[in-house]
């Protein structure tokens, strides 16, 4: 689980839990931003977004953990396909927003609109695609939940937990919002990202879901309480509120496993490269989120590995990856989502969960 159904709002409401953020070079001269929602779309959650939703790609230009430049997504409300009563399609609408207008409501100037799933293309070389996808994160969530309660639990180290190497997410769906926009229409050099999910409809904007870095409520983050609260805040905020429980996370997981001379230093060193939680990248560059260093995420990096190596200075890793087989060289870059046959035998995630 990336940030899949990591708070009480977002078990209430999939269609505003931000699942993954991913960022990279398109065609050239482009930028493309998505984000997923919906985890487990179709078995545990809707296939569709919230209209008084509003789902936001939102870029810190200069370095100072604000954002600058935002890019909007609304959609309208829910509609059935002629014919087909479990087919469902909203209209959607992407407006570009910079300055003031880039950090609080719907302003902004309309660069896209269509309909959920089509692709639209616009003459100003905007694409841009929501709906149904596969859900390209790959992660043994068994395992990972197993080695951190030894943790929380038992003060234990148990790389032994990551033996099961299953991806808990082969073969389910997500919904992703994909848009790609010149680079120019962003910037250039370096820029810093994130994903919001805010609630707007006729009160003001609320924000109830952020995606900064993958895994980082789940890994970093244990109580529920903290995790709202993460969602709701912004970057800025990361390190007075958050630098100094992740840097105990952090020196927690490295003592336990004796991979650092001093835990809390490496702590700190961590807490230094990731708050605050926002992924950077170098506009036109391949991307690639590794041990290294963050440039953006494509579609088939292993975050879980990454957080996991990160977070307790080994080589550690579950054993699975995304599945590259379900990724395109072309927009929307995502594959087909997976069929009904393809997930026979697959268990909702979310027992008894509800879907609209």
Not at 81 to 91: C, D, I, P
Not at 188 to 215: F, K, N, Y
Not at 286 to 299: E, I, K, M, T, V
Request: net charge negative.
């Amino acid at each position: 689980m990336s940030h899949h159904f990591d708070t009480p709002t977002a078990l209430a409401d999939p269609r505003i839990n931000v699942c993954d953020f991913y960022l990279f070079r398109g065609r050239p001269g482009t930028t493309v931003m998505a984000m997923t929602v919906n985890p487990d779309a179709g078995l545990s959650a809707p296939d569709t977004f919230r209209d008084e939703g509003l789902y936001a790609f939102r870029f810190d230009l200069n370095g100072d953990a604000v954002e600058e430049l935002t890019f909007k997504v609304r959609f309208g409300v829910v509609s059935h396909v002629a014919g087909e009563e479990h087919k469902h399609v909203q209209s959607f609408e992407i407006r570009r927003a910079a300055g003031r207008s880039a950090v609080q409501g719907a302003d902004g100037d309309v660069v896209v609109a269509g309909r959920t799933g089509e692709v639209t293309k616009t003459a100003s070389g905007v694409v841009a695609f929501a709906g149904l996808a596969p859900d390209l994160f790959a992660g043994d969530a068994t395992a990972i939940s197993e080695f951190l309660m030894a943790v929380r639990k038992e003060n234990r180290f148990d790389p032994g937990a990551f033996q099961n190497r299953k991806n808990f997410f082969a073969n389910r769906n997500v919904t992703a919002i994909v848009l790609e926009v010149p680079s120019r229409s962003i910037g250039r050099g370096r820029v810093h990202a994130w994903a919001t999910a805010s609630l707007h409809g006729h009160a003001p904007e609320v924000q109830v879901s952020r995606w900064g870095l993958p895994l980082l409520t789940h890994v970093f983050l244990p109580e529920p309480s903290m995790r709202e609260d993460y969602n709701r805040m912004v970057p800025a905020d990361d390190i007075p509120r958050f630098s100094a429980q992740i840097g105990k996370v952090a020196s927690t997981l490295t003592r336990l496993a004796g991979s650092s001379a001093n835990p809390t230093d490496y702590g700190t060193q961590l807490t230094t490269r990731i708050c605050p939680t926002t992924l950077p990248y170098e506009l036109d560059t391949p991307a690639a989120f590794d041990f290294a260093g963050f440039n953006g995420r494509a579609l088939t990096d292993d975050a879980m590995d990454v957080i996991l190596t990160l977070a307790t200075n080994t080589a550690l890793g579950d054993g699975v990856a995304p599945d590259k087989g379900r990724v395109r060289d072309t927009f929307p870059y995502f594959g087909e989502p997976y069929s009904a046959a393809e997930q026979i035998g697959v268990a909702p995630a979310r027992a008894g969960a509800k879907k609209e």
